[in-house]
């Protein structure tokens, strides 16, 4: 097998994107051999100016604070990039990157997915701008698949325990119980499948937890870059 692409992981909250790199260095042995892996570099700014930005909506900023970090990977000498969050794939759509590299987008990876598992109606779970975004939308709707999101008031709680907890790894057994009824509320509106939309979510809810099939978006991306590097 030719060496593999090195990937670059373009990190915005600590804990998604360890969780995209461990799943990567873990799965990767597989196909390499032990303790093989592809190269991998990682470039991240601060999450707060990332929050600054979303909470001012705006999107050139974000789109500006993503394409900092592709420049570093590339100058690192990355050939494919990742983003393991979701939300900020909104930027990535709305201002595509002027990077040559390619990019995998994490919606196309779980849409995908989703296709290939025959789920028609997915429920979306994530923070308030990604469940209110069009960022599954626009890459479902192109595969035949409907996409639902919480009530207002299950977005509101489900963005604060993502702020309040989950990104300063706090993973609290209310919480997953609150995430496992708000899934069972999904099951009431014909979705057959539930998608984990914030790259920390898979770190709070497992398979055990839910009453629908999950589709852990930070491990579908991570092992999509690892098929393409691979490729």
Not at 119 to 143: D, F, K, N
């Amino acid at each position: 097998m030719k060496h593999p692409a090195h990937i670059g992981i373009v990190g915005v909250s600590a804990e998604g994107a360890a969780l995209c790199y461990r799943t990567i260095c873990a799965e990767a042995p597989t196909f390499l051999g032990p303790h093989q892996h592809p190269e991998l570099s990682m470039h991240t700014l601060p999450l707060a100016r990332y929050m600054e930005a979303l909470e001012k909506g705006d999107w050139p900023a974000v789109a500006g604070l993503l394409q900092v970090s592709a420049r570093r990977l590339e100058a690192a000498g990355a050939k494919i990039l990742i983003c393991p969050d979701n939300t900020v794939h909104e930027a990535l759509d709305i201002y595509p990157s002027d990077s040559v590299l390619p990019w995998l987008h994490i919606a196309e990876v779980v849409a995908d997915e989703a296709l290939a598992r025959g789920y028609a109606r997915l429920g979306i779970l994530g923070t308030s701008w990604l469940m209110e975004s069009m960022v599954y939308p626009r890459q479902c709707s192109a595969l035949g698949i409907q996409t639902l999101i919480p009530t207002a008031d299950q977005r509101l709680r489900i963005d604060q325990i993502i702020f309040d907890e989950l990104v300063n790894m706090r993973f609290e057994a209310s919480s997953r119980a609150y995430f496992s009824g708000v899934i069972e509320s999904m099951v009431a509106v014909g979705c057959d499948a539930v998608v984990l939309g914030c790259t920390e979510i898979p770190l709070l809810i497992e398979q055990p937890d839910s009453s629908l099939p999950l589709l852990d978006s930070t491990r579908l991306l991570a092992r999509a870059a690892l098929r393409h590097a691979l490729a």
